[in-house]
């Protein structure tokens, strides 16, 4: 038998890495770090430590950007030896004009340009321990909970944004590979999968819904067919960023069934048809109000998430007040608003309409977030008295805190719960719910 060194990695070469932006750019960042451990490469928590650090950027939004040079000025400055990858990368001009001595620059899913600059920067240690490397890959997320990503890039053309643009047209994953991943998720503990992709209804249009092998039998690359497949993995499946497609009222099916969780994210962007003309978006915002009451006749307990752009160009006062009607109506549970800015690069700054003066967006960025924490609040109020599952994110003696089939982590609500008896994280708890508050909701462990 073989055998190895107590500590085998107290000479490893290592690195900090900082992962920026949302959670398409956390799988790109956990294929890194996956590259850098199967590479014998240590990550440690400060700059100042570290042989050489890595930034994963995000280019999306000025203020994005501005987060991401100064990330890199900050470990610029307390190491010196910076490699940066990620959306921004694609504006290497800004970086370089603001950071001049960084070691490398490269885009979005460069995995081959960044580990050749950590090549560079710090040799691999010379007989790295590949086995120390768990078969489901390094995840950034906590045990219980995990990304998968099932598609890059974007074929739509929403005119506020340059994803499509950095990130390429839509290229879907094989079926069979997604659901190879998934699996060993499962398997390694994982209770809920969060499907990422920038647009996840679009699933295999890209590559005709090819077929794959998984197991004993051949999977579509289809949306509803990966989705049946993923369904029977037993465990919490939820969908981000689905485009309103017409078939994705098939999903709804699934839901039903209790093969995929009740929720659909659906970044809806605004309400008013002209607004939506504008932004490239689909127009039809009463239809989409009658999808939303027919889904929610066959499923009940469904949760919608959406994400809006308040002060768009053009925007006028009854656009936006048609938003907030609309707002009212559809009722939706959880709610983002951005205010728009005009991001480098998009088609919405040659579109020739005015822009939205800064203290107009901001108070209609106000009035529409009032408007959300009024229907927020309403909705949990009618789960008071109602048993849920719980799913365990942080664990305390008698006190534990989880979220609902109704929430996301990180961006949805939480339910705080009392039980008298410790709590496990990743556990899944039926909690009776007590109170509600306008984002959150209080129960006990039965
Ligand atoms: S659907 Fe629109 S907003 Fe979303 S990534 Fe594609 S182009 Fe951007």
Not at 14 to 26: E, N
Request: aromatic share 6%; with cysteine; proline share 6%.
């Amino acid at each position: 038998m073989t055998q190895r060194p107590a500590d085998n990695t107290a000479n490893a070469p290592k690195i900090s890495f900082v992962s920026l932006g949302c959670p398409k750019a956390l799988v790109d960042s956990e294929h890194i770090i996956t590259r850098l451990r199967a590479e014998g490469y240590e990550l440690v928590k400060s700059h100042a430590g570290a042989d050489a650090v890595i930034v994963n950027t995000c280019g999306f939004l000025d203020s994005a950007k501005a987060e991401s040079l100064a990330a890199i000025g900050a470990a610029l400055e307390e190491n010196g030896k910076v490699i940066v990858t990620g959306c921004m990368g694609a504006e290497a001009q800004t970086i370089r004009a603001a950071h001049p001595n960084v070691l490398s620059i490269s885009g979005p899913q460069a995995f081959e340009t960044v580990m050749d600059a950590v090549h560079e920067a710090i040799a691999p240690a010379h007989d790295p321990f590949f086995d120390l490397l768990p078969a489901q890959g390094i995840k950034l997320t906590p045990r219980h909970y995990a990304y998968l990503k099932i598609s890059e890039g974007c074929s739509n053309r929403c005119s506020f944004c340059i994803i499509p643009h950095l990130r390429g047209d839509l290229v879907s994953r094989p079926a069979g590979d997604i659901l190879r991943e998934a699996e060993k998720l499962v398997g390694a503990g994982v209770k809920e999968l969060l499907i990422i992709s920038q647009d996840t209804g679009a699933y295999g249009r890209d590559i005709s819904y090819a077929e794959s092998r998984f197991a004993d039998r051949t999977v579509r690359a289809k949306f509803i067919d990966l989705m049946r497949e993923l369904g029977e993995l037993g465990i919490w499946v939820r969908l981000h960023y689905v485009y309103p497609y017409p078939h994705i009222d098939e999903v709804i099916e699934l839901m039903v069934e209790g093969k995929i969780l009740p929720y659909l994210d659906i970044p809806f962007q605004h309400a008013s048809p002209k607004v939506l003309r504008a932004m490239r978006r689909p127009g039809d915002q009463v239809k989409t109000l009658e999808r939303i009451k027919s889904w929610r006749s066959l499923c009940p307990d469904l949760t919608l998430r959406s994400t809006f752009i308040v002060g768009f160009p053009g925007e006028a006062e009854d656009d936006f007040a048609m938003l907030l009607d609309w707002l009212g109506e559809a009722r939706l549970d959880h709610v983002g608003a951005f205010k728009y800015e005009p991001v480098e690069g998009a088609a919405a700054n040659d579109l020739g309409l005015p822009s939205v003066p800064p203290d107009v967006q901001e108070s209609r960025y106000r009035r529409f977030m009032e408007r959300q924490r009024a229907i927020s609040t309403q909705r949990l109020k009618q789960k008071v008295g109602r048993h849920m599952q719980v799913i365990i994110d942080r664990a305390g003696s008698r006190q534990a805190e989880g979220r609902s089939k109704a929430d996301a982590p990180e961006i949805d609500g939480k339910v705080r719960v009392t039980s008298h008896r410790p709590l496990r994280v990743g556990e899944i708890v039926s909690v009776k719910i007590d109170s509600a508050d306008a984002y959150d909701l209080s129960g006990t462990a039965v």
